[in-house]
């Protein structure tokens, strides 16, 4: 009897279509997704990234940010994601600070590459050309994955899932041929995968486990210690730049890692299961639900038959498409995003395992001499799969039509009603904001954020005790409560606590250090408590920070003109109309000025 490694790696395939259908993966699934290369942002997540790249501080040694920050370049997240960072980097380069299109585009051009290194890995797995076709259309069209290609932060498991695929079939090949050439793209590509996600780091255990469950003589070489030593190297370097690199605790206002909180995780797994033949949940946050978890059962019990129904394949093989799966989602689970349960994304990498036991265990009931007896179900299945997709898509489109998308599910997603309400309030229209934020604080009243953002729509309608209010609620549930501080000093200020607002402004400085802002507001607050020499001193400050900020400059003018010094309050004039003409504050202080100052030589 042939090895079984002979069976997965070596046994022959039709190789005429090969060529024309990795040609075709990658086109039908370009076109499936074209349509979200006009997408915009969602404002979950993406918004922030693009944001801390193109701030100044970042723009020179982006390379070495990269590697020493976390995913957000800060030192605030767990989450370490230096190739995904890079090529985001580059295409701001090349589409520019604000335009998304490029962004979109690399997410589908990979999810294109990983259809085509899946195709060839299900034929290193002896699925034969038509079938390894078909069912890699299946999975490249069906809607689990939608979150993956049309979210543009999912960009870190696009990249580990086709860094991790092209590392197994390179691994494949060297357990085949033992070629070094095998074994320096084998490590090459891990270290891609490693630094694009850090579920990646358990893929050497995967490669273990395909070396001793498909060779049926199975010998330790020196190669094969030689790539063993490579990954151990590259992963101790790794762990240590991440030590230095992400925040040691986690934010324990966004996320858990409670015993508790674990445990609920392992939904995850029936949920997966569920939306593999029930892909029709559009929300943009999933949530878990009782549906979900039961269907997933279901599918969970007929795994577990295929995994101990005896076939032609040995069952080892069988536990190594179920180790791949679990040992990928698994790890996810030791933090607990608290305002939401899961998101369809993280399923990429590990749903290709369960993919792999589907097919082989059922294979060979739909082949006769390497052909399908029944294209046409297949054929259905990716129409059907990819209509859903494409509407899926949809609710990608801007930051209203993903909000909308979650809000519309049965539990509704604080996440998005919050970020909805301040599309509302950004529009001026701050009822319909307050009623989001309303919601938000309903669904979860320990978020900090909708207090903060309902707190500033109340301050522009000027229910400035209602804002007070819900600032100090932020204060009290946020770690870094920073914004709190500054909008309270304004609604203090604007019902005459001008001590209080003062001392808020000084807190708010101390945290984030000069802001033009909060000194030209404090400057007016010490203005209307007649602490002019204090005023003076916090116009300047603001200037300082942005010399081009005409408005402190007209300030400045006014409070030198009550203190009668016209000389200063003209050239205050003068810098404001030079950076703004139309000023008309500056243009009225300068005309009186220039008068009074005439007058009093006429009288001198």
């Known amino acids: 009897m042939k090895s079984s490694q002979k069976k997965a790696v070596t046994l022959p395939q039709k190789k005429k279509n090969t060529s024309l259908y990795i040609v075709l993966v990658f086109g039908l699934s370009f076109l499936l997704y074209a349509q979200t290369i006009g997408f915009g942002l969602t404002n979950f997540d993406d918004d922030t990234i ?4 193109n701030l100044p501080q970042n723009a020179d040694n982006i390379f070495t940010k990269a590697l020493t920050t976390d995913a957000l370049l800060n030192h605030t997240e767990p989450f370490y994601r230096p190739l995904q960072t890079l090529t985001y980097v580059f295409d701001l380069k090349i589409s520019g600070e604000n335009k998304t299109w490029m962004l979109h585009l690399t997410n589908v051009l990979i999810f294109c590459l990983i259809g085509c290194s899946l195709f060839i890995l299900l034929l290193k797995f002896k699925i034969p050309n038509n079938l390894a076709f078909l069912a890699t259309l299946v999975f490249c069209s069906h809607p689990l994955f939608v979150t993956s290609v049309a979210w543009i932060p999912a960009r870190g498991d696009l990249l580990s899932t086709l860094s991790s695929l092209l590392s197994m079939l390179f691994f494949i090949e060297f357990i085949a041929q033992k070629k070094y050439s095998s074994l320096i793209f084998t490590w090459i590509c891990f270290l891609l995968a490693l630094f694009s996600k850090e579920t990646t780091a358990f893929l050497p255990f995967i490669f273990m486990f395909y070396f001793f469950a498909f060779q049926s003589n199975f010998k330790i070489e020196l190669k094969h210690i030689l790539l063993a030593s490579l990954i151990l190297c590259t992963g101790i370097f790794w762990f240590w ?16 890692n409670s015993y508790k909180d674990i445990l609920s995780n392992f939904l995850i797994i029936p949920t997966a299961f569920s939306q593999i033949i029930w892909p029709f949940d559009f929300s943009t946050i999933p949530s878990f639900t009782m549906i979900k978890t039961l269907i997933g059962l279901v599918v969970s019990g007929f795994i577990l038959y295929l995994i101990f129904k005896k076939t032609d394949n040995p069952f080892k093989e069988k536990l190594f498409f179920i180790f791949w799966f679990l040992l990928l989602i698994v790890p996810t ?56 997709s494409f509407a899926k898509s949809k609710s990608y489109t801007d930051t209203l039509s993903y909000c909308n998308a979650a809000i519309n599910n049965t539990n509704k997603s604080v996440i998005a009603l919050n970020n909805r309400g301040k599309i509302k309030q950004d529009s001026e229209d701050f009822s319909g904001a307050i009623l989001d934020f309303n919601g938000a604080i309903e669904i979860n009243n320990q978020y900090a954020l909708p207090y903060l953002n309902r707190g500033g729509a109340k301050f522009m309608i000027k229910d400035y005790s209602g804002a007070v209010q819900d600032f100090n609620r932020d204060i009290l549930l946020e770690k870094h409560p920073s914004k709190a501080f500054y909008f309270r000093g304004l609604s203090y200020a604007s019902l005459g606590k001008f001590d209080k607002a003062i001392d808020d402004l000084n807190h708010f400085i101390s945290v984030v250090g000069d802001d033009k802002f909060a000194y030209f507001h404090k400057g007016r607050i010490l203005c209307v408590i007649n602490k002019t020499d204090e005023a003076l001193k916090s116009f300047t400050k603001a200037i300082k920070t942005d ?9 400045r003018a006014l409070l030198n003109y009550r203190l009668r010094n016209l000389n200063g309050s003209i050239n205050d004039c003068n810098a404001a109309l030079l950076i703004n003409p139309s000023d008309s504050i500056a243009i009225q202080i300068k005309e009186k000025a220039q008068e009074e100052l005439h007058a009093n030589r006429i009288t001198q």
Not at 50 to 53: L, R
Not at 352 to 358: K, S, T, Y
Not at 547 to 555: D, K, L, M, R
Request: charged content about 20%.
């Open 333 to 388: 689970f030791f933090i607990k995003q608290k305002f939401f349960d899961y998101l369809d994304h993280r399923f990429l990498l590990p749903m290709i395992g369960i993919f792999l036991l589907l097919l082989s265990s059922i294979a060979s009931k739909w082949l006769s001499k390497g052909d399908i007896k029944s294209p046409w179900i297949f054929v259905i299945l990716i129409a059907l799969f990819s209509l859903i």
């Open 241 to 256: 730049l991440r030590s230095i690199s992400v925040c040691k605790e986690i934010d324990t206002t966004t996320m858990s």
């Open 50 to 53: 693009i944001e801390n790249i």
């Open 547 to 555: 010399p081009h900020f005409f408005e402190a400059y007209s300030e």
